[in-house]
């Protein structure tokens, strides 16, 4: 060829390498006669890696992040995607999309591997044959064609592309909110519901199964949390495995989320325990393991300050994060950068339908269409085996049992008990005499 040309990626042909940049991240991979699959090596025949912002349904804000302004810039672009039957799409745009419009406009047409081919129109897939010219470099192609030399380049329309982006708003409820009328609520335009299933080591909501039991009536997708009250990676799985075993006679399009807090962090301080990162991460990542390994879609819900002081870099690379952050003035057309799905963006909202304060939330995510093409929460595809339930320890039938008789509500099991609550716990184990 006598010409080398710019590296734009991690390219191999037919076994020759052609372009091996630095980085190696998630790219296409196959071997002739089969059909690329998403692979992280490149071990096959052929090997493309560009963008890649979409793998096995999940949203790579964090590779998104990290391009340059140049490359984020809204403006025309090429990608390259399979949906979950293998259905290949490839899609040149006329309009203008920045990495992560183009991403939501990726997932609206139920991709979950994809990727974005070109950073500022000119990085093409190289064959060994073709030379053109793009953008002043000498590049190579292979799939697609861009700018031939001679042709005046297409303008680009730096009007933010607003039809493919959009934000589904809602609110997330437990016990503490009381009877909801979800009725008013849907009316009041509460698109998405999070639930709060349960906590600790096996127990419900009480307001639980009546919430998504409304929403599933009434079409409003949901997802749930479980407030954690683990300071062992066990215990965090065994927390998970309650969540899964609580939804599943329900619908549930949106995620399963690990919520770690104040609370959380007393408990195990109570327990002689350190509350440090690295047990705070292993405590995420053992929840939401087992959250997938039971083929529910797992998210980590927490705030800034959390996030920065007690989860790994790698936290929000591997799950999605519903993050708290409150401005005085939200504007949800610009979520704090942290916000990998959701933003939880004010706890004092007000919904009809609900007495007091509400927090409010937007998805920026389908998670309805993004989990159902992925065939997770046994939407879709084949039913995940059943996860076997937990055999509980005797201090969570107790807790149970204090429940049941109405002596304590179970949230602070740690904490002193009146004298009439002893009282009453004695007259009821007599047998009420």
Sequence with gaps: MGVRPSAVGNYKIGGSLISREDWLDYGFAWNDGELPVMAAD????????????????????????????????????????????????????????????????MQALSI??????????????????????????????????WFDSGETEM?????????????????DVS????????????????????????????????????????????????????????????????????AVEAVKPYKLEFPIAFDYEGDSQSTAKKNGVAVTKTLVSSLARAFCD???????????????AYLSTYYD?????????????????????????????IWQYTSSGSVSGISGRVDMDAAYINYPDVIAASGLNGLGGTTPSPSPEPEKTEEELAREWVMASDI??????????????????????NGGK
Excluded at 118 to 133: A, E, H, V
């Design 290 to 304: 087992a959250v997938e390994k039971a083929g529910y879609y797992a998210m980590v819900y927490t705030n800034p």
């Design 313 to 341: 870099a790698d936290i929000p690379k591997q799950y999605d994060v519903w993050l708290a952050q409150w401005p005085a003035k939200p504007n949800l057309s610009s979520k704090p950068a942290q916000a990998g799905g």
């Design 408 to 429: 304590s509500d179970g949230t602070n099991p740690d904490a002193p008990v009146t004298r009439q609550q002893v009282w009453v716990m004695l007259y009821r184990m």
């Design 112 to 145: 979950v591997n994809g990727l974005i081919l070109d950073g500022g129109g000119s990085s093409q897939w190289y064959d060994g044959q073709t030379r053109i010219k793009g953008d002043g470099r000498t590049i190579y192609s292979y799939l697609l064609l």
């Design 175 to 242: 016990q503490w909110q009381g009877d909801i009328d979800w009725e008013k609520a849907k009316a009041d335009g509460v698109g998405f519901a999070m639930l709060r299933a349960g906590f600790g080591q096996g127990s419900l909501d009480t307001k639980f199964k009546r919430n998504i039991s409304e929403c599933n009536r009434l079409g409003i997708p949901c997802g749930i949390y479980w407030f954690s009250y683990a300071y062992t990676a066990d215990m965090a799985a065994k927390e998970a495995l309650y």
């Design 155 to 171: 303008e680009v329309d730096n009007t933010a592309d607003t039809t493919t982006t959009s934000i589904m708003k809602g609110i």
């Design 42 to 105: 490149m071990s096959k025949a052929n090997y493309l890696s560009t963008i890649p912002v979409l793998v096995s349904g999940k949203r790579r804000d964090d590779t998104m992040s990290r391009q340059a302004a140049n490359v984020r810039r809204n403006t025309t672009r090429t990608w390259w995607g399979f949906d979950k039957n293998g259905n290949c799409t490839v899609e040149v745009t006329a309009a203008g999309y920045t990495l992560e419009s183009m991403t939501d406009r």
